[in-house]
């Protein structure tokens, strides 16, 4: 098995739950038979995992020798057990007070605050330990890190240079003044660091790749192939190493050799799914995808009807761009794969991206014919079915999914808006009310009954405060924000309302609904120039070509014409 930096950087944590390696089980001056028993109690009650109990005897034996900072440090670790950070450092801070040469708590005190987040402090109290025991190896790893990560590349330098010297054998400290030495620029400088990483810990996976990186950089074709060939001989199985050489001669007009790769990687995905999986994991995730096309057409060569390859080329060609090719491969995703339900749910909205309902609709309908359906393709299968105008279809459909998972939060909203795009108001409030007993911070929910109570002029009171309770979560929400102005409207709050909608169209200026509620705002203030400049800008946001809006376009204009008309 290979030897990775992650699992030696783990290693570097220490571990609170043995006794400090430069302790010894020593007592202050006052410390009696009585202290060293309730030590020894407290310590056996650990092991049994009483740690409550165990804390309580810790500070009993403190009371018994108060000047032992090792029992302070036991009751340190004691509170971490428990999980309680506050108490623990408290009792380290006490300890670095009195003795702040204390390597232990130091050490303590600077992973709580690395944890906490609190670098500074971290940082300081890894230095103090360094100065009072350089010989702390793993305190430099940890020091470093921190640099790193802040990017501070001169200090991380000096940090690891003084590892080395301290310690010439740490490959640790070697690797990463070859990282920050390639970071720099200076290449040669980096690529001796790694040779010496390797020469002291051969096992080691990272310093062959970093190597990798390096020679390409400066175009060394040789070497590249060499640490390429280096690392198949260790491991002719490392699929990162055989998809990256295959690449890489792909990209330099070797394509047979390529090719020769690719297709071996494709007959080996027949038998080993790890395969795709690394695949996925290196170059998908990593949203490489136009090496992940390069990988699967080859691959896909020798297992044409591969579904994992088929399934990740439909996801490579789609994030690429190529929607009819994306779709094209999706279907060659067998029925009894693994990525069959995601492969359908794909297409279908592909089909939805290209304005294509019916085709997203008609896929759908076809896969819940051929697979056991889940509540999620009845929750799509209606969605469409409502974008596509089908209220009565969309709602049978959700009722199915609900049939499979009665508690399913996304299927029982979706319902309550066919039913009030079917003008059943009152069944709509019933599944929404349903959405907020399953889900009491449900956002969506929340707003939508808020905003149908102030349409419907009732529960004002409870409708604004479902609304607040939403605004608390997305408290920049246009819409929101919109809903909370039009129930102040309602109330004949009209200060509140005029507040709040300014808002509203502040967040969302072209939303026409938002404009005609401004303008009717203004109108019940008796504003009527600013109700009419506010009617005017919401219909030439009016999308006029939906044969469902038209009506809310026509409503505008017939307030601007009754303006217009009082005005003459």
């Avoid at 990560?149 to 070859?178: M, N, R, T, W």
């Avoid at 055989?242 to 038998?271: N, P, T, W």
């Avoid at 009819?324 to 339900?341: C, E, P, R």
């Avoid at 969309?394 to 049939?403: I, T, V």
Wanted: charged fraction near 25%; include cysteine; charge should be positive.
């Amino acid at each position: 098995m290979a030897l990775t930096l992650a699992a030696v950087l783990i290693g570097c944590a220490p571990a609170w739950k043995r006794p400090p390696a430069n302790e010894s089980y020593t007592f202050g001056k006052s410390a009696t038979a009585r202290g060293y028993s309730l030590f020894m109690a407290s310590e056996l009650e650990m092991k049994k995992g009483n740690l409550d109990r165990a804390a309580v005897l810790m500070q009993q034996a403190i009371q018994a020798d108060p000047k032992s900072p090792y029992l302070q440090f036991q009751l340190a670790v004691l509170y971490l057990l428990q999980r309680d950070q506050t108490k623990a450092l408290q009792v380290i801070e006490g300890i670095i007070e009195t003795h702040p040469s204390y390597v232990d708590a130091l050490m303590m005190l600077g992973r709580i605050s690395q944890g906490q987040g609190r670098m500074q402090t971290a940082k300081k109290a890894y230095h103090r330990v360094l100065s009072v025991d350089p010989a702390q190896k793993d305190v430099y790893a940890l020091l470093g890190k921190i640099y790193l990560d802040e990017g501070k590349l001169d200090q991380a330098l000096h940090v690891y240079q003084q590892l080395v010297k301290q310690f010439p054998d740490s490959y640790l400290g070697h690797f990463f003044i070859g990282k920050i030495f390639a970071e720099k620029g200076k290449l040669d400088a980096a690529e001796m660091e790694f040779k010496e990483t390797l020469a002291l810990a051969p096992d080691l996976e990272e310093p062959y790749y970093e190597l990798l990186e390096l020679y390409k950089r400066q175009g060394k074709q040789d070497k590249t192939l060499g640490i390429y060939k280096a690392i198949l001989e260790r491991n002719p199985g490392d699929l990162e190493a055989l998809m990256g050489l295959g690449l890489y001669y792909h990209h330099h007009g070797a394509v047979h050799k390529a090719d020769v790769i690719f297709q071996e990687l494709g007959r080996r995905s027949q038998q080993n799914r790890i395969v795709a999986a690394q695949l996925a994991s290196s170059y998908l995730d990593r949203e490489a995808y136009a090496d992940a096309m390069v990988i699967l057409k080859g691959m896909l060569k020798a297992a044409p009807r591969n579904s994992d390859l088929n399934y990740l080329m439909g996801v490579a060609e789609d994030a690429s761009g190529n929607k009819k090719a994306a779709i094209l491969y999706l279907k060659k995703v067998a029925v009894d794969s693994d990525f069959y339900h995601n492969a359908v749910l794909h297409i279908a909205f592909l089909y939805q991206d290209a304005h294509q309902i019916s085709k997203a609709i008609g896929f759908l309908e076809k896969a819940v014919a051929k697979i056991p359906p889940t509540a999620d393709l009845y929750l799509y299968l209606g969605s469409f079915y409502e974008e596509n105008g089908q209220l009565k279809k969309a709602e049978a459909a959700f009722l199915k999914g609900l049939k499979i998972d009665p508690g399913n939060v996304k299927i029982h909203f979706r319902l309550g808006v066919d039913y009030d795009k079917q003008g059943d108001r009152q069944a709509s409030i019933r599944q929404m009310k349903r959405v907020i007993q399953l889900d009491p911070s449900h956002t969506s929910a929340l707003n939508y009954l808020g905003y149908t109570y102030a349409e419907m002029g009732v529960e004002l009171d409870q409708a604004e405060k479902m609304v607040l309770r939403a605004l608390k979560n997305e408290p920049n929400d246009g819409y929101i924000t919109d809903s909370l102005g039009w129930i102040y409207f309602k109330k004949g709050q009209l200060k509140q309302a005029i507040t709040t909608m300014k808002k509203a169209v502040s967040l969302l200026p072209d939303d026409p609904t938002i404009l005609e509620h401004m303008g009717d705002v203004y109108l019940k203030a008796a504003e009527p120039n600013k109700a009419l400049e506010f009617y005017r800008r919401s219909l030439k946001n009016q999308d006029k070509d939906n044969t469902r809006k038209r009506g809310a376009a026509k409503a505008v204009e017939d307030k601007i014409r009754s303006l217009t008309d009082r005005k003459k």
